[in-house]
C-alpha cells in the first residue's frame, strides 16, 4: 500500500493535481457572454485555490494570498501561470458564495466515479452506515433520575433560603379609551 505524500507539500500537491476535474468544473459556471472586462481566472483556477487551504498550512484565504507569490508549487497546482497576476482573498470569496452545495456535489460524484467503477469488479459488497440517523453513544445527555431531583413543593429549609430574595409580580393592564381598551406593556409591581 502506498501512502501519499504528507500535507502541505508539493508532492502532495502534484500527485493529486490530475485528478481535479478542471474542464467539468469550467462547465458547471456559467461564462458571460458579452462586452465586459474578461474574467482573469477561469472556475477552474479559482477551485484549485480555494482547495489549497485544505492540502498547506494557510487555512485562511488573505495567509494564502501572501504566501501564493512565494510558493511556486501552490501555483502550479491551481494552474496560475504568472506570479504577479494572482487572486485575491475577494474574489475567493465570491466564487466560495458562487459554490453552492448542488454544484459541489455535481464535482464530488464526478471525482467518484472512477473509484466506484474500480470497485464494482469487487466480489463482495460492503454497505456504510450513515451516521447521522443513530443516537449518540453518550450518557450525557439522559435525563437525571426523578430519585435526584429535589422535590418540587416548597420545603420549610428552602423557604428559609428564600426568604429576603425580592419577589417581582406581573401583569397587562387594559386602559379604556374611545375606540376600545388599550392594551400597555406589563408593568411591574
Not at 470497485?119 to 456504510?128: D, E, G, R
Not at 428564600?162 to 406581573?170: E, L, M, Q, Y
Request: net charge positive; hydrophobic share 40%.
Amino acid at each position: 500500500m502506498k501512502l501519499l505524500p504528507v500535507t502541505g507539500t508539493t508532492a502532495l500537491l502534484d500527485k493529486l493535481s490530475p485528478y481535479i476535474p478542471d474542464d467539468y468544473i469550467d462547465s458547471l459556471f456559467a461564462v458571460k457572454q458579452g462586452p465586459g472586462r474578461p474574467a482573469l481566472f477561469s472556475s477552474s483556477q479559482l477551485f484549485r485555490v480555494i482547495l489549497l487551504p485544505l492540502f498547506t498550512p494557510a487555512h485562511s484565504f488573505n495567509l494564502l494570498v501572501q504566501l501564493l507569490p512565494e510558493n511556486r508549487g501552490w501555483r502550479r497546482f491551481a494552474r496560475l501561470r504568472n506570479r504577479n497576476d494572482l487572486p485575491d482573498a475577494k474574489m475567493l470569496h465570491q466564487f466560495r458564495d458562487r459554490l453552492d452545495l448542488t454544484k459541489l456535489r455535481r464535482i464530488n460524484q464526478r471525482l467518484l466515479e472512477p473509484m466506484l467503477e474500480r470497485c464494482a469488479t469487487f466480489p463482495k459488497t460492503v454497505a456504510i452506515i450513515d451516521a447521522t440517523d443513530l443516537p449518540a453513544a453518550t450518557n450525557a445527555y439522559k435525563k437525571i433520575l426523578p430519585a435526584n431531583t429535589p422535590p418540587a413543593e416548597l420545603t420549610p429549609a428552602r423557604a428559609a433560603e428564600r426568604t429576603g430574595k425580592a419577589v417581582i409580580s406581573s401583569g397587562t393592564k387594559s386602559t379604556p379609551c374611545v375606540c376600545g381598551f388599550v392594551s400597555i406593556a406589563p408593568v411591574f409591581y
